[in-house]
């Protein structure tokens, strides 16, 4: 078996809760980038970003901010009518994301986060908040995607009503440290399948963790949202087959699961957690890594990937 000295794909994952913390600290800067409320929103990415635009779409509309849509940016849908067009990407330079920014410009507001202040999205966009703090050095994103969707997060929780005490984002920092220190169970490291289950905004957590572990480990993983499960996929799960769900299982699906044979997971050994969702979204992460390095592969380094896709014969 290959062995591996301590990924940077590990490292990274290990900051978040630094990163979560800096990105919390920085709404105010970012008043100006981030959608206001009662704005009509589009939020657009790729891959690992634009399942962080599905959750932040469900947490701010559900949140009675404003009407909030997600698309793939291949998939946006030219002529429709927004306030404001926010683009989350890393590195700034994917060619999708350009060109909704480039045909938005001049007819709605558009704003960017990423991590890279020298790429193309800084002049494609009217205004920009730049995380370079989360940036990466991998190819698989973990942090950047997190510490993202955690200063939306927190700024929605700025703009809203909250009762005095401990905010959202601040428990949810506390949980990403207890994440990184939680065992994976020997279940899970020798699971051969994995569904990733989530409702509302979770559910676009559970896209990215499993995109994550095929990514990585090349791991045999599907999604859906939680209620959706019992609508055919649950056929897939047995023994030895894992059903992890992010935030609060709907009412009788972990005795479905457990009626088949399956694994309930969410993180640690065989029973939820009790973590923040995106806490949990850690863990899945730290079991990407371990399948990939158990398998020999090097987690910095994953198959038929590179960090930005960049394509050739388009306007960007």
Known sequence: MT???????????????????????????FADVLPRRGERVAVVGCGTSWFMAHAYAQLRENGGHGETDAFAASEFPAGRAYDRVLALTRSGTTTEVLDVLTRSKGAVATSAITADPTTPVMTAAGSVAVLDFADEESVV??????????????????????????????????????????PLGEDLRGAEQF??????????LALEAALKMREAAGAWTEAYPAMEYRHGPISITGPGRVAWIFGAAPTGLPDDIARVGGILASGSDDTPTGLDPLADLIVAQRLAVHLAEAQGFDPDRPRNLTRSVILDGTSA
Do not use: K
């Open 195 to 204: 569904s990733f289950l989530g409702t509302g905004w979770t559910y676009g």
């Open 141 to 182: 994103q973990t942090r950047f995607a997190t510490t993202a969707l955690l200063l939306l997060r927190a700024h929605l929780e700025a703009e809203g009503a909250l009762p005095p005490g401990v905010r959202p984002w601040e428990r949810a920092v506390e949980d990403a440290e207890r994440a990184l220190v939680l």
């Open 3 to 29: 062995t591996f000295e301590t990924s940077r794909t590990s490292v990274e994952i290990a900051s978040q809760p630094d990163t979560w913390r800096r990105a919390a600290g920085s709404v105010a800067a």
